[in-house]
């Protein structure tokens, strides 16, 4: 049996997203910004795939600019506050230390140039940032509360409406990175007071390479792509019609089933997480609450992670130790470091990030194998050695 558990990282194409970029590889392959028939054929889909995106955000269309992806978006959003920002006097940002790097990165950046940048601890508690954080760190020079929506690594969901309403009292423009919730949570700008948002085609049935961000109206966006007119004039270079056609096809189908496939994948993820949560010694990652509806995340002690997800992978189960951005690195993850876990124990994580498409049994394959994994990896590990006879102290 093949499960595939890595959603957080990317998702297959539906069926309904393919079907709708198909025509704009052959038929319809006009530059939207040309003049002639076939430009226009593919303005007028440019145009209606703009409106979806926007109604299943709760925007109007005019709001959105179609990027390359959440990175991007990403990007432009902080470096246009932060422009914005200069201009006003104001070099202060409000972040969170479990960002992806798309963010971190990017406020790195700006605090070599001079910003200064508060990232908020994550509460060893629920593994969450509270409201009251938010209000604490305001000040009168801060002009961007940045905070992800809900963590790509161990699931937790912000309190999303709340800190935009505290950003809005304030007069401070509020974006978030919201890669991880569209498609798996209801979603509305408007009445969660959210300035600019972060979007990609490819975590909800979607294809690569293309994304979105949505810019409240009237807010002074930076250009990061210079070269042309398109998107309104705010992000040049001929726009992906087949891939803005296909995200829009499966962000509109995710969002209209959300009520049926929600519920169905939150009891696949409780499943696992009640099965894993009786091997020994390890430990749940993220808020228990306020959780992705498709995120396990969990620590094992005594093991390494990537030996637990080579083992996995033999067994016909993909998953992941983390953010696919950062695989290639030896070092542990910060967001397992930002929640209060040590070292050792951050890396022997395991993430299950699961979808639709997923099925109860292959939960049960998950449960019978990742114990069985889990100790293998320990009966050949020092550590777990160590722990054994009391040379070490369990931590988990």
């Not at 912000?158 to 809005?168: D, K, S």
């Not at 294809?207 to 009237?218: E, I, M, N």
């Not at 010694?281 to 997800?309: K, Q, T, W």
Request: hydrophobic share 40%; charged share 20%.
């Amino acid at each position: 049996m093949r499960v595939y558990a890595d959603n957080a990282a990317t998702t297959a194409m539906s069926r309904t997203a393919i079907d709708a970029m198909l025509p704009y590889f052959d038929n319809i392959y006009g530059n939207p910004s040309s003049l002639h028939s076939l430009g226009q054929v593919a303005k007028e889909a440019l145009d209606a795939a703009r409106k979806t995106v926007a109604d299943c955000l709760g925007c109007e269309p005019r709001e959105i600019i179609f990027t390359s992806g959440g990175s991007e978006a990403d990007n432009q959003a902080i470096l246009s506050a932060a422009r914005v920002g200069l201009r006003k006097g104001k070099k202060h940002i409000i972040s969170t230390a479990f960002e992806h790097h798309a963010v971190l990165h990017t406020l790195q950046k700006l605090e070599k140039e001079g910003y200064e940048v508060t990232y908020l601890d994550v509460n060893n508690a629920d593994h969450n940032i509270s409201v009251q954080q938010v209000k604490d760190a305001i000040r009168e020079d801060t002009c961007l509360v940045t905070t992800m929506y809900a963590n790509n690594e161990i699931g937790s969901v912000l309190p999303i409406a709340e800190i935009g309403a505290v950003c809005q009292k304030a007069g401070i423009p509020f974006h978030t990175d919201a890669v991880q919730a569209v498609g798996h949570i209801k979603i509305n700008v408007r009445e969660q007071n959210i300035d600019m948002l972060s979007l990609s085609a490819h975590k909800f049935h979607g294809p690569k390479g293309v994304g979105a961000l949505y810019v409240r109206k009237g807010f002074p966006l930076v250009n990061v792509i210079e070269g042309g007119a398109q998107e309104r004039g705010k992000r040049a270079g001929t726009e992906n019609i087949a891939g803005i056609c296909g995200m829009a096809a499966a962000m509109k189908e995710a969002c209209d089933r959300i009520d049926e496939t929600m519920p169905k994948v939150a009891a696949m993820r409780d499943k696992l997480i009640e099965g894993l949560s009786k091997i020994p010694h390890c430990a749940l990652n993220g808020d228990r609450v306020n959780r992705l509806p498709n995120n396990v995340s969990f620590c094992f002690e005594g093991i390494e992670g990537e030996s637990l997800l080579l083992y996995l992978d033999a067994q016909g189960i993909c998953a992941s130790s983390g953010s696919a951005c950062t695989s290639g690195s030896l070092d542990p993850s910060h967001v397992l470091l930002a929640i209060g876990r040590v070292h050792d124990v951050a890396h022997g994580s395991l993430r299950l990030s699961l979808s639709d498409y997923n099925t109860m049994e292959e939960m049960d394959h998950i449960l019978t194998v990742v114990p069985q994994v889990v100790q293998l990896l320990r009966n050949m590990s020092p550590v777990w050695r160590d722990l054994q006879v009391g040379k070490r102290q369990y931590i988990l």
